[in-house]
């Protein structure tokens, strides 16, 4: 990994590494911004399209981005995110506001009047700004920029400063903005994040939260495969929470404990208490009337690509004959393509162009056991097939964790030799706090160091101390569970054989003193 990386390997962000501090204290690095657009010739000499000599002229948004006069990100001017239990916010990584949500705003709502989304994206064209709701509401992003110098926010503007055309809509959308105070659908700009087909999910990955995939959940409720120290108690209240985000939101109207009052109100059920409905328009529907300023859609679960529900959207939009203008984007897992009577491949050809968003951050036997119940041969197999199709990209997501990071470089690696994605990407894991990077043993943290010469977010992760009063024999304890739970089936894997360099640090539950955990997160066993 020593020589100069290809492209693909840092098109979202990893790798780099000439920070200069922002407006709100974080490391950014903005060298590779709105570089496509400045290069006239490719290696034969012959024009490139992106080539775009104004781009950075002195006073434009651009140019104020990139030289950190402002803190910008295009994501709330781009984006429209819902999360699974309905709330909206500006992207995933944001905290939502307190008020808007899938049963009294409705998608348009959002994106134009929300106070939330107008008070962020005034911020971030502001020099002067003091950021209260950017500091609020982007709250993750900032952090990150402070902790590891990348974050969503630089990935991205890696990525859409590159694309003269997308960034050109960006531009307008945000001069418009600073000229009006308002925001408005007025051209084909918007990604919508769909979170709303529920959480149906046929992987159980041990990092993930347990609202993400009903098979984690099932796993939890009826193995009991959970650990409050790491998940917080799985009571009344939690069930219940499980049980709202599972369920699809697409028409809600339809479901079979709407109530309507006697001034035609309708109500849900919703935590045990009746919650009002005042959008009352089908999802499906309002997606249906924002497609013509529709640039992408992106779908995620659980796994989208087994939500049959998913493909009626799809099938709507190529009725209408808006298909083949829209990029439909996937935060897949790969390993099923089919759903049913649905097969992704029959509606690949349809569409403007389908991005394939694996969440893959380990090979072989390590993902098996991280995302268990996935089969790593499937996985590169279906990529292989996605590639076949000319409107396919296939990009590599990984969460770097506790587990995952002491063999994410052989995703690196393996990526290397196998170019066989447009682009690799990661995000470090934030919650549950205990499966974080930070709480390995400091002699593994120090032997992987090396391993991410390239890579300094990562190395930054791994040079963070361990979270204080977290006691990482939980995190041994509840992947021992897991192990047992799959014991004699075809998922069978054990903790100690995926990544025996653990071994050395568990202690077995009767031969526990208390106390002895923080001599062990340094990695000294006395
Ligand atoms: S700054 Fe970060 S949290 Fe805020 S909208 Fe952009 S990507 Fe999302």
Redesign the pocket.
Known sequence: MSKKLPKYMTKGGPGDKDFKTSLLGGKVDTTSWFENQLEQFDNEGRTKFQYNPDVLEKGSIAQKAKDQEIFF?D??FTQLYMEIDGRYQ??C??VPPRTEHVLNTTMKEWMEDSHAMNS?RGEMLDPNSKFKNVKR??E??VDDERRYGR???TA?MKIHTNEREYWEKVDRSARLFNASGMWAFDERIVEIQLKMFGSECNLDCYMCVHANSTIRQKVAIEGGVWNDAIFEELNEMALDKLKWVSRDKTEILKEKDIKQDNAGGFTIPKYKVEEKITNTVSMIDQCLELAPYTRSIKIIGGEPLIMKKHYELLDKLIEMDEAKNIIIKYQTNLTEMKAGKHNIFKYIPHFKLVSMVASVDGIGKTIEYMRRRCSWDKIVKNAEMCNEYPNVDVDFNGLVSFLSVMRFYEVIDWCLENPLVDQINWAMLETPPLLRVNNLPQKIKDDLIPKYKQFPDIQMALEMPAEKGLDIQEVFDYMLDADEYYKGTKWEKHLFDVFPELEEYYIPKDKRKKGAFSKLISGRIE
Do not use: H
Request: with cysteine; net charge positive.
């Open positions: 990100c994501i709330p500006a992207c990584f944001a962020i509401f982007c993750r992003c974050s969503r926010r991205c």
